[in-house]
């Protein structure tokens, strides 16, 4: 059978999901150790997308094949018990075998959190970035309309991004204060490697007043990354969702959300 599972985990003592040579530490790996306990036999999981070194997720979606037949209960209970605190199954189904955690999603879902204040926090150290600066989340969201759409965004991609295409929907971006904390939300049909972080950076320096509102849209007609504005750190990055067919009957990510 195949099965599905929703997977929350904070990244900030991993180097990324993607498992690697023997020695680093990455969620994929203590991911597939606890399911091999429960499944009783080696396996190989499949993710919605892969984050980087000290990114966080609330909403990863994973899926595996295997002839062992367990309840979803006991998938979830089962590699929850054998996997460390820093992270989490929260749902476990079934699903047809033409589901694919990648191919078929439709779109996914990042966050950044922003905590704007004069001192950092010691209770939200590597959960957010902290920016002393005052931010105008009024401006950044002005800014961040010209990026909706489907674009080139070869000028907000790492210079090493492994993908074919610089070009990607952006369907949503949202800017919102809550109190000291600034919450940038992205969706897209997919992304390119640290384009949220550096839609952030660029958006930061609009914020702060460093940058124009129009610079944002400057930056992506140059269509070169060495003219962009800087890469914002992992701390403040959630992978926080996936959308797929109503078919797969696959969990909300917003069933799943809550404030950090």
């Known amino acids: 059978m195949r099965v599905a599972l929703g997977v929350e985990y904070d990244g900030s003592a991993f180097h990324g999901w993607q498992a690697q040579r023997a020695g680093i530490r990455t969620v994929q790996e203590v991911v597939e150790q606890a399911l091999q306990k429960v499944a009783d036999h080696p396996l190989r999981v499949n993710c919605a997308g892969r984050t980087d070194t000290g990114v966080h997720s609330t909403g990863q979606v994973i899926h595996f094949d295997t002839p062992s037949v367990r309840s979803p209960r006991n998938w979830l209970l089962g590699c929850n018990v054998n996997m460390p605190m820093d992270v989490n199954i929260r749902w476990a189904q079934t699903v047809p075998d033409d589901f694919h955690a990648r191919f078929s999603a ?27 600066k005052t931010l105008d ?18 000028s907000y991609r ?41 839609i952030a950076g660029v958006l930061i320096a609009i914020g702060t007043g460093d940058k124009s509102v129009s610079w944002a849209q400057e930056v992506l007609q140059l269509k070169d990354r060495t003219r962009g504005g800087m890469t914002a750190l992992a701390d403040g990055l959630y992978f926080s ?10 969990p909300s990510a917003e069933n799943f959300s809550y404030q950090i």
Not at 170 to 179: A, T
Not at 241 to 250: N, R
């Open 241 to 250: 969702g996936v959308d797929y067919p109503a078919e797969f009957q696959i």
């Open 137 to 154: 989340a009024q401006r950044m969201q002005q800014a961040g309309l010209a990026l909706i759409g489907r674009h080139d965004f070869s």
């Open 158 to 198: 790492a210079l090493h991004c492994q993908a074919n295409s610089p070009l990607r929907t952006l369907s949503d971006l949202q800017v919102i204060r809550h109190g000291e904390q600034i919450e940038l939300m992205v969706t897209a049909d997919a992304f390119l490697h640290h384009m949220v972080r550096n």
């Open 106 to 132: 439709t779109a996914r879902h990042y966050r950044y959190l922003i905590l704007n204040r004069t001192s950092r926090s010691a209770l939200m150290s590597k959960r957010a970035t902290w920016i002393h």
